[in-house]
């Protein structure tokens, strides 16, 4: 984002935010005019800058929600390997974020579950199933002390 000035800086860390937020109203916070807006956000996306919009999709009730940050170590860390394993995660939306990581753990899983009896259903379905794993680590937060997710109410 180096290359970005400072209105470009804005209108992504506005849609980074909000990314429903209205071309009126970004138009607004940033100071362009609806038409000069419209056009940066469409070099933004057509340069790669912003590669796509997301929803984020409601887990367990926050307050009870446990959080489990999984380490995963592969047989082989081949290009095949890595392809198999990233294509199974994608499959599966119990799986909150995944990280291809260097260090003793090849990935590293972002993970929610209602309780420890849900958690370990994850464990022995889903975790255990993954193609080419050979070790899985994990540990449960206590708690969230911070959050780059924003979420709506």
Do not use: W
């Not at 090849?106 to 259903?121: G, K, M, Q, S, V």
């Not at 193609?131 to 206590?142: K, L, Q, W």
């Amino acid at each position: 984002m180096s290359d970005l000035d400072t209105i470009d800086r804005n209108i992504v860390r506005l849609l980074r935010l909000d990314g429903r937020m209205s071309n009126a109203r970004l138009a607004e916070e940033v100071g362009l005019s609806q038409s000069a807006c419209l056009r940066r956000v469409q070099l933004l996306e057509e340069r790669g800058t912003i590669q796509g919009y997301t929803a984020i999709v409601a887990g367990p009730n926050e307050a009870e929600a446990m959080v489990a940050i999984v380490r995963i170590t592969l047989d082989r860390q081949s290009e095949e390997f890595l392809d198999r394993f990233e294509a199974a995660v994608r499959r599966h939306p119990e799986i909150r974020e995944c990280y291809l990581m260097t260090g003793d753990a090849d990935y590293i899983l972002r993970l929610e579950a209602r309780n420890a009896a849900d958690y370990e259903i994850v464990h022995k379905e889903i975790l255990s199933r993954l193609p080419g794993v050979s070790r899985i680590h994990s540990s449960i937060a206590i708690r969230s002390v911070l959050s780059s997710v924003r979420r709506r109410r």
